[in-house]
């Protein structure tokens, strides 16, 4: 049986090989995802500063040290998904990049502890809550997604009830679960496990994972 932390645990050992400081974790370092739907990686390239030319094959562990070195984004692509890893993920770039009726996806946190799950549609927010606190929701929908989200957890409870607690790592691995139920994909073998591409940058920047 799979620990509920078990996409989050995997995700860290994906990204964090032997050779990068133990020290470090998802929030320290931050991070960053989008997934994206309705539009193929030649019309997206323009927005993510994608050098297509560049497309070289790589697996998801390998893809901090390319993005240090030369500002590499991970680019995979799954059942009609187009996954970015690192991406920016402000609201009005995910409202800019589903007009015309796209769809995305991303997951973001950062050394402040800050963490975000957003889905828009056709250049609208449809849901955006933190999924450490999921009971403040933002969007036009805030509960268009709650019939995917049997049985996962989010909240980090505080009722004194220990034996049950959702900490931070389980509430993760369910925000990865859920996207993984949106885009009708597993998120371990497909995304994580899986060897798809990095991408240089059309312009050298400063390195943003």
């Not at 009726?101 to 402040?112: C, H, K, P, V």
């Not at 927010?125 to 933190?130: L, N, T």
């Not at 996962?152 to 679960?177: C, K, P, T, W």
Request: hydrophobic share 40%.
């Amino acid at each position: 049986m799979q620990s509920r932390t078990y996409l989050h645990d995997l995700l860290v050992s994906t990204l964090f090989t032997e050779g990068l400081d133990a020290d470090m974790d998802l929030w320290a370092l931050g991070f960053s995802a989008i997934w994206i739907k309705g539009a193929g990686l030649d019309a997206l390239a323009p927005a993510f500063s994608l050098d297509l030319a560049t497309r070289t094959p790589c697996y998801l562990s390998e893809i901090l040290d390319r993005n240090i070195d030369d500002g590499s984004d991970w680019v995979a692509e799954v059942n009609g998904w187009i996954g970015i890893v690192p991406a920016r993920s402000d609201d009005a770039f995910l409202l800019s990049i589903t007009e015309g009726g796209r769809e995305a996806l991303s997951l973001d946190m950062d050394i402040n502890n800050n963490d975000h799950f957003k889905y828009a549609r056709d250049g609208r927010m449809v849901v955006s809550f933190e999924p450490t606190l999921p009971e403040v929701r933002f969007g036009d929908d805030p509960y268009a997604l709650d019939h995917l989200m049997d049985g996962l957890r989010f909240q980090i409870n505080d009722d004194g009830v220990l034996d049950d607690r959702v900490e931070q790592d389980e509430s993760i691995s369910s925000a990865l679960a859920l996207i993984g139920r949106i885009t009708e994909t597993d998120i371990a073998t497909d995304w994580f496990q899986a060897r798809h591409s990095r991408i240089r940058p059309t312009s050298q920047p400063s390195p943003r994972y």
